[in-house]
């Protein structure tokens, strides 16, 4: 531990090539996907540039694009979070697409997002944080060959269960991942961490495994919660948007909180009938689901 890591996380980025068939010069290892979202942005973004994203989505955009003293174009999600078609034919330096969405849990194909890389001018970033929550097929790596401008982001912190170490990786055309390189940090990644995302890979298995409990519990979650009176969008994710239309659920999520449950409510017009509830152990959504029936009226 004396010694400094290997700078550019060079195992990891050989065992993650092998992993999902690309070279390793095609992935960039970052300090958590979000240091890669910031590299992004401090690497394409000036005074004044368009970021484009559809809305509702991960929050952090909007600050990174503040940051740079961009400017967001954000378009609204249609009622189903199927992409907007506004997108297509959107101008702007940088393409921002977290699929599945957060805090949705929506799913666009990558056909889709082939057809949208195809007609954008800058760079197309697929934040894929929830994927290995996706069926099979889901992911666009597929889209690096046939399209430099995509940029495809993965996380380490979500199926892997090793948000504590910070890992990401960004895959991409090597001559856009080396300019990506020249903004970032000496050691982002320390020797622990390169070490630990290095032996995830190579146990892919008990990802999966992870992944397939995680699933499971989600299918139970979301029958339920409609039993409860809950629409519950169709989840690729960790995690379910349930919604009461028309009902805020700001009391709800205060009256789960003192009861040492913490689930997520966004305060804004579209989403203030919603919570985003991520899934937990069985044991945790069995409480869950008990104590939203003993909080129903009558």
């Known amino acids: 531990m004396r010694l400094y890591p290997e700078p550019s ?31 992004l942005m401090r690497a394409i973004v000036g005074p004044d540039d368009i970021v ?20 967001a174009l954000t ?10 078609p506004a997108l297509f034919g959107a101008e702007g330096r940088l ?7 957060a805090p949705s849990g929506t799913l666009t194909p990558v056909a889709t997002i082939a057809e949208l890389a195809a007609g954008f001018d800058g760079v197309v970033v697929v934040d894929e944080a929830y994927v290995d929550f996706a069926p099979a097929g889901s992911s666009a790596l597929s889209l690096l060959a046939t399209h430099p401008n995509v940029v495809v982001l993965r996380t380490f912190s979500k199926s892997f269960s090793l948000a504590g170490m910070r890992i990401g990786l960004a895959f991409g055309a090597p001559d856009l991942l080396a300019e990506l390189g020249k903004v ?17 890979l190579v146990d892919l298995a008990w990802m999966e495994r992870n992944v397939a409990r995680i699933v499971a519990t989600r299918a139970r979650l979301a029958a339920r919660l409609a039993e409860l009176g809950y629409e519950v969008l169709p989840s690729a994710t960790n995690f379910v948007l349930a919604r009461r239309p028309g009902e805020d659920q700001a009391a709800v999520q205060a ?11 966004f305060a804004t017009e579209r989403l203030r009938d919603a919570l985003r509830i991520s899934v937990g152990s069985d044991e945790e959504i069995d409480r869950l689901l008990a104590e939203l029936v003993a909080l129903r009226p009558g």
């Open 52 to 71: 484009v994203y559809p809305e509702p989505t991960y929050s952090l955009y909007d600050t990174l694009v503040t940051i740079q003293e961009g400017r």
């Open 95 to 101: 393409m921002m697409i977290c699929n599945p969405n």
């Open 75 to 84: 378009i609204p999600f249609p009622a189903d979070f199927g992409l907007p």
């Open 9 to 39: 996380a060079k195992p990891l980025r050989e065992e993650a090539a092998r992993r999902y068939g690309v070279r390793p010069e095609q992935v960039l290892a970052g300090n958590g996907s979000d240091e890669l979202l910031t590299m």
């Open 184 to 200: 970032k940090d000496s050691y982002n990644l320390s020797r622990v961490a390169i070490a630990a995302g290095t032996a995830a």
């Open 255 to 265: 009256a789960l909180r003192t009861r040492g449950i913490l689930v997520r409510h």
